[in-house]
């Protein structure tokens, strides 16, 4: 069996909701990542990265100050997949930005768990590309079902992993 580890950064607590939620789906420990060194991210055969996006479409402070030791961790070889949390509605012009950052850590890395559009309405997400966004996108607070959407993303991912 896969160690599988959930690091998060979260402001109001939706995001780590979200991810205790998904947590248990996948039995992997869930971690707030200021908790996280770069030992600890090398110790995972998978990895999910989860973060709210703030402002502009801007990752949350807490990853800003751990991107170095994940960027310096050895993740050769090893399976990433992505959770964004935003608000499509108060950030149409940013939806789930944010996440974008983790794209240049990550490059060594296997990125698993891109998603569809699913009915989300934004008029500009960076995490958007070419027809999915890179990882999974949950609107919290606008979508009520979000927990149907982590549901589906992870019998998909079960797969990948």
């Not at 060194?37 to 800003?64: M, N, P, R």
């Not at 992505?82 to 240049?104: K, M, T, W, Y």
């Not at 008029?123 to 549901?151: M, Q, V």
């Amino acid at each position: 069996m896969s160690k599988v580890a959930i690091f998060y950064a979260t402001g109001k607590g939706d995001t780590k909701k979200a991810c205790e939620y998904l947590g248990g789906k996948l039995n992997a420990k869930v971690l707030p990542v200021n908790e996280a060194t770069k030992a600890v991210f090398e110790e995972q055969d998978v990895l999910i990265l989860a973060s709210s996006s703030y402002g502009f479409g801007e990752l949350h402070d807490d990853w800003k100050n751990k991107l170095s030791e994940l960027k310096e961790a050895n993740l050769k070889g090893k399976k990433v997949a992505i959770v964004a949390v935003g608000n499509q509605e108060r950030h149409a012009d940013s939806f789930v930005s944010g996440v974008v950052d983790f794209l240049p850590c990550i490059k060594d890395a296997i990125l698993i768990g891109q998603s569809e559009l699913d009915g989300y309405k934004f008029d500009s997400s960076s995490a958007f590309i070419n027809g999915k966004f890179i990882g999974l996108a949950l609107d919290t607070k606008g979508d009520k079902e979000y927990e149907a959407r982590i549901d589906k993303w992870v019998i998909a991912l079960k797969e990948q992993i």
